[in-house]
């Protein structure tokens, strides 16, 4: 149950998170190192990848699949996180950049927990014939 209710949150969370690159993807240029080639491509290309993450997460045939991209995307895009640490963000302290790091993981185990972890095996005794 309470796995569940991860899960669906996971669902909203990057539902909302990939609707919001399209939004207002000028927001998202500044976290873009300026050796990426097409940074307004990739803003929606990550969002895009997002609502995917989050549609197929919703669903069990393609849950496992929706938790290996999401990990995979969130490892993509950890170098333009610490960039954006290391140079600076419009509207966040760079102190607050830096807490934010290891948040990565903290989604990357929610994305693996819900998605990807085989259910715990009962601890009942199996019956006997």
């Known amino acids: 149950m309470l796995k569940t209710v ?8 990057y539902l909302a998170a990939g609707f919001n690159h399209f939004r207002v ?10 050796a990426l080639p097409y940074p307004r491509e ?3 290309i990550s969002g895009a990848a997002e609502i ?3 549609i197929g ?10 938790g290996w991209g999401l990990i995979a995307l969130l490892l993509a895009v950890f170098p333009a996180n610490i960039y954006a640490a290391l140079h600076g963000f419009a509207g966040m ?10 948040f ?9 927990w819900t998605c990807l ?11 006997s014939s």
């Open 104 to 112: 990565q993981f903290l989604f990357i185990a929610w994305a693996w």
């Open 42 to 44: 990739l803003i929606l």
């Open 57 to 66: 997460a919703a669903i069990p045939f393609t849950r496992r699949l929706a």
């Open 93 to 102: 302290s760079r102190l607050g950049l830096w807490i934010r790091l290891p």
């Open 117 to 127: 972890k085989p259910p715990a095996a009962s601890s009942l005794p199996a019956a």
């Open 25 to 34: 993807p000028d927001f998202y240029l500044g976290l873009m190192p300026p």
């Open 52 to 54: 995917l993450g989050g």
């Open 6 to 13: 991860f899960r669906w949150l996971l669902v909203l969370f």
